[in-house]
């Protein structure tokens, strides 16, 4: 079946440093990538849209330049974390849209990054 | 109002009991996805339904399109089914993003 890798699993920085994850395809070509973030004890929360060879699509209230989504090819999208604090440590996690052997469109997660910043 | 809502939200049963999650949603979609998610974090993707009913070992998923709800339902749980099952829609107008409900947690004691 379709997997997504995702790494690190765990991250922990300095305030003030950047941190990059990044997902990965390993058996099929995602064209299309799905950044969430997730809070301790609450649900995906959508943070942008990523296409490849495009700009990423963010949801509202998501700081475009603080959190920088590049899918330069069709196997791999990152995300980086700029100028980390805090408040942005939580749970995140990838998600690509995969074509099912049966034609339909499932969608495959990352195992997710857990970011601590002190 | 949430677009999509879980109940119950948490939930502890006995091993070998059956389980009932329900979803409803309460807007024109293209498919419902039903996740579980383990303490770890990572997401597993366990069924993808646009109708009717499907079954996976143990789990039984189903939807009704009329009354616009679903359910997942665990027969002979164990305590490894323990985790947070999540509904997810994809809305007809929001191409493809999903949508998520609130998450149901689930312990299964032995």
């Known amino acids: 079946g379709a997997v997504v890798s995702q790494h690190p699993s765990w991250v922990i920085c300095k305030s003030g440093t950047s941190v990059k994850i990044e997902c990965r395809s390993l058996d099929f070509q995602a064209t299309t990538m799905f950044w969430y973030r997730q809070f301790p004890k609450q649900s995906l929360m959508l943070m942008a849209t990523s296409n490849e060879g495009s700009k990423a699509t963010y949801e509202q209230g998501v700081e475009k330049d603080k959190f920088l989504i590049n899918h330069a090819s069709l196997t791999l999208s990152t995300l980086t974390v700029t100028s980390a604090h805090p408040e942005d440590s939580s749970f995140y996690i990838c998600s690509a849209r995969d074509l099912t052997d049966r034609g339909f469109y499932g969608y495959t997660f990352g195992s997710g990054t857990r970011l601590t910043v002190v | 109002k949430n677009e999509v809502e879980q109940s119950p939200q948490n939930l502890t049963a006995q091993e070998g009991e059956f389980i009932t999650i329900n979803c409803s949603y309460s807007?024109?979609?293209?498919?419902l996805h039903w996740l579980q998610q383990h303490p770890g974090g990572g997401i597993v993707s366990l069924f993808m339904?646009?109708?009717g009913k499907k079954k996976h070992g143990r789990l039984i998923a189903t939807i009704n399109i009329q009354e616009k709800h679903s359910s997942l339902h665990i027969t002979a749980s164990h305590p490894r089914d323990s985790a947070v099952y999540i509904c997810?829609?994809?809305?007809?107008?929001?191409?493809?993003?999903?949508?998520f409900g609130g998450g149901t947690r689930v312990l299964v004691k032995p």
């Open positions: 997810a829609v994809r809305i007809k107008a929001a191409g493809n993003k999903l949508t």
């Open positions: 807007v024109g979609i293209s498919a």
């Open positions: 339904l646009s109708s």
